[in-house]
């Protein structure tokens, strides 16, 4: 798979292509700019950094250094999300006189929001949600910003340069969701050799335990939900009794562990009390 990546790097083309014209020979400047890849690739450095592109959600991202890699398990995160959002769009739609306090938007942050990899993507499938995106680093905000330039979501999603949810105003927000970094440094040997090497660290690591950032987010989480509200957060089996516990002390309600396809845990789901 990598060397397929880094083929369609060189020739600046897609798998149809490279597929449908097998008898393409390489030029020479193709091959110095193969051979190039393969080099860094031998070092470590993840394919996805060498070409600069990552797939999530069928939206072709741009990636670099300054963000964590978007992996196929946080789109369960995003599926939790739509499947909360939409009966509520519904909801509003039908009936906002019968609710005119709630017969606003739906309103959506992304805390941590790296690539812009989960704020795009409910972008792309929620066209009347309002969306925002806060992220510590302002690097990483700048390639979310390019993602949203580069698939015409700009207008959709607001940018916000913040420590988790720290400047956004209270009772706010209809969903909270996030993929914080969850892997504690204890668990450090057992992380993939490139990730711990190449990608950045506060958004693999979150400290000691890996449930310290997580610990900071519920209690901001609640503060920034309007009663009713839902956070959304991606775990990891590790922490997973942990997190259930954090929850429930901070007496959240309808809390539930969502496992991937593999059977492990992957999603924290939890209600802000409706009071």
């Not at 069928?58 to 250094?65: A, F, H, K, T």
């Not at 015409?152 to 927000?173: K, N, Q, W």
Request: hydrophobic letters at 45%; a negative charge; proline letters at 6%.
């Amino acid at each position: 798979m990598n060397a397929e990546l880094l083929i369609m790097f060189t020739l600046d083309c897609d798998r149809a292509y490279l597929y449908a014209h097998p008898e393409r020979e390489l030029t020479p400047d193709d091959l110095q700019r193969y051979d190039e890849a393969l080099a860094r690739r031998a070092t470590g450095v993840p394919a996805q950094y060498i070409t600069g592109h990552q797939e999530f959600w069928g939206l072709d991202l741009i990636v670099s250094p300054a963000v964590l890699i978007p992996r196929p398990e946080t789109e369960h995160v995003v599926e939790a999300v739509l499947e909360l959002a939409k009966p509520q769009i519904v909801e509003r739609r039908a009936s906002p006189q019968a609710c005119p306090e709630r017969s606003r938007r739906v309103r959506i942050v992304d805390v941590g929001t790296g690539s812009g990899a989960i704020a795009l993507a409910l972008a792309k499938e929620l066209l009347t949600a309002e969306i925002h995106a806060t992220d510590i680093s302002a690097e990483a905000l700048e390639v979310a910003r390019a993602n949203a330039a580069r698939h015409e979501l700009t207008s959709r999603i607001e940018f916000h340069l913040a420590d988790l949810l720290g400047a956004l105003p209270p009772s706010s927000f209809d969903i909270v969701v996030s993929n914080p970094p969850y892997v504690g440094e204890s668990e450090e040997d057992s992380v993939q050799l490139e990730v711990r090497k190449f990608e950045p660290r506060n958004a693999v690591f979150a400290g000691p335990t890996g449930v310290e950032v997580i610990e900071r987010l519920i209690p901001q989480a609640r503060e920034a939900l309007c009663p009713g509200g839902w956070l959304v957060f991606e775990i990891s089996g590790t922490i997973a009794d942990r997190v259930r516990s954090l929850l429930s002390s901070w007496d959240w309600d309808e809390v539930a562990i969502r496992n991937d396809l593999q059977g492990i845990a992957r999603a924290a789901i939890a209600r802000k009390t409706n009071l």
